[in-house]
């Protein structure tokens, strides 16, 4: 950058060249090298609020300082593609004038310090980020991770936190739709809550960041500035230290139903031509969104902090430009409109008050009660963050070691233990909590007859639907970083594919431990490498994201959790695939594959075994595309009844999710349906019923010929697995009579009944304390 | 039939409310501000949709229950005309007093998404006459549907078919498994399930259609 | 036997969504000159001679109240 422009603004307290302890500047969440950095950017040494803002905006939070080198290299376009990452989400093209926005983003340090508020706040957020750019939001999924239920705070952790994602999402409105929920001592000191917003704008009325129009009111609008926060987003760089915990900064609440006035009042006024640019205040508050719409601008931006509206009338400027205070925005209007936006912002019972201006010399510029608090060029701010390109460790070459099973194999007690295992047993509990419908547009439901692999929401007013997953598997990637990110993306293009829809793009949410470990960033690196290729492949670009780095307490990470967040399309909203059996005289099929073996970092293995051992499942990107493209043209052709993914748990796991989802009756006779299984299979081979080899899909059609010489016209391995049948309905016998089974092919049978109790009954114990 | 609907600050059933009585009815449908102190004397039906208006702040519907569009809610019943209240909306309406009871938090302490079975206490009001000769399956979403009143107040809902439907199991802990409550003049009903989610078959689930149907019955069309 | 009253209120300077919002419709009630208005929480305890006001604090700061976003405040009558 050029050298910085003396300005004639008198800078407070520059009598004196300031000097600032080591401490100080850690508690901003700088290094002293980082801080010599700035006094050169600036040519001399900065005030505390211009140290503070550089704090903030340097942090790992804002800069993607030690990720961007290999962010830079996922791929990010496509002809469907209208915005990339940069932005406050993606957005891409659905056709007929219409766009999708959606994000995902983390909230787990704050999570873990006030899970309901963290959790709460982190929904506010990621909604924030959607409907800045002019999308009404419809839809919220999440993605949580928790320390091992035997942890002392794992389960008032989880209470919290969904407690929280529902008592946001359920006030504003917008149904949450989707999730998943792990849990792993390694999460023991670091829960992961990540949510993900999406939502319907037209193409053409997209609204950016980007500041222009020199003298154009700067509008803040929503609530008055606290102290939540401050220090929040150099918190969220930061590791934990179990004594550090004490000191806590003032936490964010949230308010819901400020934001549901604020969703109303920024839509309506986007109908109005008024806005030239708008910009959330989340991470970093007042300092990144002013510095971003002025960066994004080529432009100056001078703010009035005197103007801002605070909730204590002592907070210092350098409190002002760091809060993060939830449920703000601001606003670039144009002058003219002013007036109308102000009428809106009054009929919603918002305040919106002008801080500043935009100026052409492109600077930060703060006065306070008028005086200047001090002036930072924005590229200094924005252009010269730090990027490392920090140490990466040679990673251990992944484990190949063959697995050994150590217990003699028993098909249905496995089945049933892993069924009612933490990571596999029924999520009732967690989503019942969720207002899933409002909107009516919610067309797959969680446990009914109508569930899918991925959440479908009908664009209101069309025959188009959105498919959204969010996926990954930290225990692949906590022995296979590149696999671990390879595998996230697939399996929620697989979600996508089994709901029906097309994937299109989309969002991760990158969580790892402490990147100035070098074994942590050859992790980032691998995991990186492995969703770009995967997305790559698949032609399933990366539109935006959210990086969570130093999930890391007293030295402990986190295994890599590189959550994926899918969106697909369904062009109409009835070729959508459920993935309940709701008839007799289906037949199964496996799809993919056809290699049933790999019990290596298996929910078996882990569950059953009690090990934690091999290399996990190899990712074909070719054979994934194959078998996807299959299942789409399969369904296109009305060939299949309902599908599902194979993936945690194998293909009896899957199967049993189909047979358990909805009310397992024959949907015209309400005769309970049996799941048989051709004797030609084999018996009791572990790997064959609980193996995890991907790219396969189980499905159930009333057509298996044509299925079976569709695949193999495709070529793609399909496995005849059994039926479903109807119990006979008995002359005299009650309902109590009348059950369900699962015959295996040696005969061995179990009712759906103690299915169902194992699935459902673990979570809701547990939470029972 | 003339039907509007209320919007509060934290009103969000308010477009599905407008959606399905629109597509089951075939009727056009307003909009009313809660600022506004009258309405049109026309309307037919008036109704208050489920949400968290003002944030479900100090109680459930407490601080709706005040604001100004109220007053003329009273006189639209005084004048005989109908009013839905659905899950915040039947909350506001106790706090109103336009019904008896009140609503407090579930006895699970959670907030709960599911559908319900429902009887039909009552087959004969302005809400409920069209209903098929069977339970309904309708979803509710709520943390505060714990239906609370005492033992006179119930013996008086009882004596005068007030109570219009019923949980076939205990949801949230209300007393008598109640659902939904009516005035004593049948023109009033909250309720806590949401029919106007369960009025598309692309959603699973048409039991809500009927409700309002019922009162195009009872109104005309 | 002596009572004990434990009120619990959102710490000052935090976000208090609830008490704005009642306060808002408050002042719009038509009672003029209400400044503000804070919502807490009032535990009343009944307590045996022996129950000290340490321990009662120490009650309060682990399980009635959230140390993160609420104050207590005791009073032994």
Request: with cysteine; charged share 15%; hydrophobic share 45%.
């Amino acid at each position: 950058m050029s050298k910085p422009v003396a300005t004639q603004a008198a800078i407070v307290a520059t009598d004196e060249a300031p000097t600032y302890s080591p401490q100080v500047l850690r508690g901003l969440g700088l290094k002293v090298d980082e801080y010599e950095k700035i006094v050169e950017l600036l040519g001399r040494a900065p005030n505390f609020t211009e140290l503070a803002v550089f704090g903030a905006l340097w942090s790992e939070h804002c800069s993607y300082k030690s990720s961007k080198k290999y962010l830079k290299t996922l791929p990010t376009t496509a002809p469907w593609v209208i915005q990339g990452p940069g932005e406050n989400a993606g957005v891409i093209d659905l056709g007929d004038g219409l766009a999708a926005v959606f994000k995902i983003e983390s909230h787990n340090h704050p999570s873990f310090i006030e899970p309901y508020q963290g959790s709460a706040t982190g929904v506010g957020g990621i909604l924030r980020d959607v409907f800045t750019m002019g999308a009404r939001p419809i839809a919220l999924l999440n993605a949580l991770r928790f320390g091992d239920p035997s942890h002392a705070k794992t389960r008032s952790l989880m209470a919290g936190v969904v407690a929280g994602i529902g008592g946001y999402g359920n006030c504003v409105g917008v149904p949450t739709v989707g999730g998943e929920c792990q849990f792993h001592a390694c999460y023991n000191g670091n829960n992961l809550v990540n949510a993900m917003a999406v939502g319907i704008a037209q193409a053409d009325k997209i609204f950016y960041a980007k500041a222009a129009g020199i003298g154009n009111p700067v509008v803040y609008v929503g609530a008055k500035t606290g102290r939540d926060g401050v220090h929040g987003a150099t918190m969220a760089s930061a590791a934990f230290s179990a004594s550090e915990q004490a000191s806590r900064p003032t936490v964010q609440v949230g308010d819901p139903f400020k934001e549901k006035l604020l969703i109303e009042a920024c839509l309506e006024l986007m109908n109005e031509d008024a806005i030239i640019a708008i910009q959330d205040m989340g991470a970093a508050g007042l300092t990144s969104s002013a510095c971003e719409m002025a960066s994004k601008g080529g432009i100056g931006i001078r703010l009035d902090l005197s103007a801002v509206p605070l909730r204590e009338a002592d907070l210092q400027p350098y409190e002002i430009m760091l809060s993060e205070s939830q449920e703000r925005m601001l606003m670039v209007l144009k002058p003219e409109a002013t007036a109308r936006a102000q009428a809106i912002f009054a009929k919603w019972d918002l305040d919106a008050v002008v801080v500043g201006s935009l100026i052409a010399e492109p600077v930060l510029e703060m006065q306070w009660h008028g005086e200047s608090a001090g002036v930072i060029p924005i590229a200094a701010l924005v252009d010269e963050a730090p990027q490392y390109d920090r140490p990466v460790a040679a990673l251990a070459s992944p484990s190949q070691q063959l697995v050994t099973l150590t217990k003699p194999v028993a098909i249905l007690p496995a089945l049933q233990q892993l069924l009612a295992s933490p990571n596999l047993a029924s999520k009732r509990w967690i989503w019942q909590q969720y207002d899933r419908h409002v909107g009516v547009n919610s067309l797959s439901d969680s446990g009914a007859a109508t569930a899918s692999d991925a959440a479908v929401v009908r664009v209101t007013g069309t025959r188009k639907a959105l498919a959204m997953a969010t996926d990954c598997n930290p225990f692949y990637g906590a022995a296979d970083p590149y696999i671990g990110g390879a595998q996230a993306v697939v399996e929620s293009w697989r979600n996508l594919v089994a709901s029906g829809a097309k994937p299109l793009a989309l969002t991760n949410n990158l969580n790892f431990g402490n990147p100035e470990k070098p074994e942590i960033m050859a992790q980032i690196k691998a995991a990186v490498t492995g969703i770009g290729d995967a997305a790559r492949a698949l032609d399933y670009p990366v539109v935006s994201g959210n990086v969570s780095l130093y999930n890391d307490t007293d030295g402990v990470g986190i295994y890599p959790t590189p959550v994926i967040g899918g969106v697909g399309l369904l062009a109409d909203y009835n070729q959508r695939l459920s993935m309940a059996l709701t008839q007799s005289g289906l037949s199964l099929i496996q799809l993919g594959s056809g290699d049933n073996s790999w019990l290596g970092r298996s929910q078996y293995l882990m569950t059953v075994e009690g090990q934690e051992a091999g290399a996990p499942p190899s990712v074909d990107f070719a054979a994934e595309r194959q078998v996807g493209e299959l299942v789409l043209a399969l369904n296109r052709q009305q060939r299949l009844a309902a599908c599902h993914d194979i993936s945690d748990g194998g293909l009896l796991v899957a199967l049993a999710e189909m047979w358990l989802t909805g009310a397992g009756t024959d949907a015209t006779t309400s005769l309970p349906l049996n799941v048989q299984l051709n004797p030609d299979l084999p018996a009791s081979d572990a790997g064959f019923w609980f193996g995890e080899d991907q790219a396969r899909y189980l499905v159930a059609t009333l057509h298996p010929d044509q299925v079976l010489a569709a695949a193999a016209e495709a070529g793609v391995p399909a496995l005849l697995l059994g039926q479903t049948t109807a119990v006979a309905a008995a002359a005299g016998a009650t309902a109590g009579e009348m059950v369900g089974k699962l015959t295996l092919p040696d005969g061995q049978s179990i009712t759906r009944a103690a299915l169902q109790t194992a699935h459902e009954a673990w979570l809701p114990a547990y939470m029972q304390g | 039939m003339r039907a509007a609907v209320v919007v509060f600050p934290g009103s969000n059933c308010d477009t599905d409310v407008v959606t399905g009585l629109q597509t089951v009815l075939g009727i056009a449908v307003d909009r009313l501000w809660h600022k506004q102190t009258h309405f049109d004397a026309a309307y037919d039906l008036v109704v208050l949709p489920g949400g968290f208006s003002y944030g479900d702040y100090l109680r459930c519907g407490a601080i709706a229950a005040h604001s100004p569009i109220m007053a003329e809610v009273k006189r639209h019943v005084e004048r005989g005309g109908y009013l839905l209240g659905i899950c915040n909306g039947f909350q506001i309406l106790t706090e109103a007093g336009l019904l008896p009871g009140g609503l407090r938090g579930n006895a699970g302490l959670q907030f709960i998404c599911r559908d319900v079975a429902l009887q039909v206490a009552n087959r004969n009001s302005p809400f409920t006459c069209a209903l098929p000769n069977a339970d309904l399956t309708l979803p509710i979403a709520h943390h505060d549907g714990n239906y609370l009143i005492d033992d006179d107040g119930l013996k008086r809902l009882q004596d005068q078919d007030q109570i219009a439907l019923t949980y076939t199991t205990p949801v949230n802990g209300s007393v008598a498994n109640i659902a939904g409550v009516l005035s004593a003049n049948k023109r009033v009903l909250g309720l806590m399930p949401h029919p106007e989610r369960a009025v598309d078959q692309a959603v699973g689930n048409t039991d809500g259609r009927e409700i309002f149907l019922s009162l195009q019955t009872t109104i005309g069309a | 036997m002596r009572k004990a009253t434990i009120i619990v209120r959102p710490k000052a300077g935090i976000l208090d969504p609830q008490s704005q919002t009642i306060e808002r419709q408050v002042q719009q009630s038509g009672v003029h000159g209400i400044e503000s208005l804070h919502l807490g929480k009032i535990f009343e305890l009944v307590i045996g001679d022996d129950v000290t006001e340490s321990a009662l604090a120490a009650l309060a700061q682990d399980l009635l109240a959230n140390p993160v976003m609420e104050d207590f405040e005791i009073t032994l009558s």
